[in-house]
C-alpha cells in the first residue's frame, strides 16, 4: 500500500490569495511529481523531482512553484490564486523513473 | 513528443461481461506503457505495466493487456467485469527527455458497469 498524503483535499479559495498544497511520503521514494487534472483531460505534468534541491517544471506551463528541502516532502505553492488555476491537483512519488505511486489529490475551487 | 490517444470517453458494460479498453500510443523508441485506474474522489492506482518481454502482462484485480508494437497499442481486457471495476481509467506511456523519465497519459475512459 502506497503511503502519500497530500492536504488539504478540497480548497475554496479568493481570488489573489497565496495557497500552498502539501504532499508528503513515507516510502523513501527519490522521484516526486505534481500533476493537473480538468475533467475529461489528460494529466498533466506541471513539477517534478528526482531528488533534494533538485526541480524541473514539466510539460504543462504553470504559474506555480515547488520546492524540495526534504525527500518526503513536496510542496507546491500558488503565491497569487486565479479563477483559471481551479483544477485537481494530484502528487505522485516514484523509486523508479515510471512506477509512480498517486495521492489522493487536492481538489482546488479559486472564487 | 511521445502521446496518447483512448478513442473511448466512455464505455458500458453489463457486469459479468467482458471488457477491452482501447489505448493506442506513439513515441518514436520502445514504449514503457501503464494503465492505471481512478476511482472517484481517488488518485490513480498502478494497475499494470509493459516494459520488455512477454507481451501480454498481468495486473492486480484480474487485469491484463497485451502489447501490440505493429499496431502501436496497449488495450486493456478483463474477461468479467465486477460492479466495483466502474472508475476511470488511464493509459500512460514513459518516455526519457533530457535525461528524466516522465509518464504521459491519455485522456481516460470512464466505465460504467450496468446490472
Known amino acids: 500500500e502506497a503511503d502519500i498524503y497530500q492536504t488539504p483535499r478540497y480548497l475554496v479559495i479568493g481570488t489573489g490569495k497565496k495557497i500552498t498544497l502539501e504532499c508528503s511520503q513515507t516510502m523513501g521514494h527519490d522521484k516526486m511529481y505534481w500533476y493537473q487534472q480538468d475533467p475529461g483531460m489528460e494529466l498533466h505534468l506541471i513539477h517534478y523531482?528526482?531528488?533534494?534541491?533538485?526541480?524541473e517544471k514539466g510539460d504543462l506551463s504553470s504559474e506555480s512553484t515547488v520546492s524540495r528541502i526534504r525527500t518526503e516532502h513536496f510542496p507546491l505553492t500558488l503565491e497569487s490564486a486565479r479563477p483559471s488555476h481551479t483544477s485537481q491537483y494530484l502528487c505522485?512519488?516514484?523509486?523508479?523513473?515510471?512506477?509512480?505511486?498517486f495521492g489522493p489529490g487536492t481538489r482546488l475551487t479559486v472564487t | 513528443a511521445q502521446s496518447v490517444t483512448q478513442p473511448d470517453i466512455h464505455i458500458t458494460v453489463s457486469e459479468g461481461a467482458s471488457l477491452e479498453l482501447r489505448c493506442n500510443y506513439s513515441?518514436?523508441?520502445?514504449?514503457?506503457l501503464f494503465w492505471y485506474v481512478q476511482s472517484p474522489g481517488q488518485g490513480l492506482q498502478l494497475l499494470l505495466k509493459y516494459f520488455s518481454g512477454d507481451t501480454l502482462v498481468q495486473g492486480i484485480k484480474g487485469f491484463e493487456a497485451e502489447f501490440k508494437r505493429s499496431q502501436s497499442s496497449f488495450n486493456l481486457r478483463k474477461p468479467s467485469v465486477h460492479w466495483s471495476d466502474a472508475a476511470e481509467y488511464f493509459c500512460?506511456?514513459?518516455?526519457?527527455?533530457?535525461?528524466?523519465?516522465?509518464?504521459?497519459f491519455g485522456k481516460g475512459t470512464m466505465l460504467l458497469v450496468s446490472p
Open positions: 513515441y518514436g523508441a520502445t514504449p514503457y
Open positions: 500512460a506511456v514513459g518516455a526519457r527527455d533530457s535525461g528524466y523519465s516522465t509518464l504521459t
Open positions: 523531482s528526482y531528488g533534494v534541491n533538485s526541480t
Open positions: 505522485a512519488s516514484s523509486a523508479t523513473p515510471y512506477e509512480q505511486y
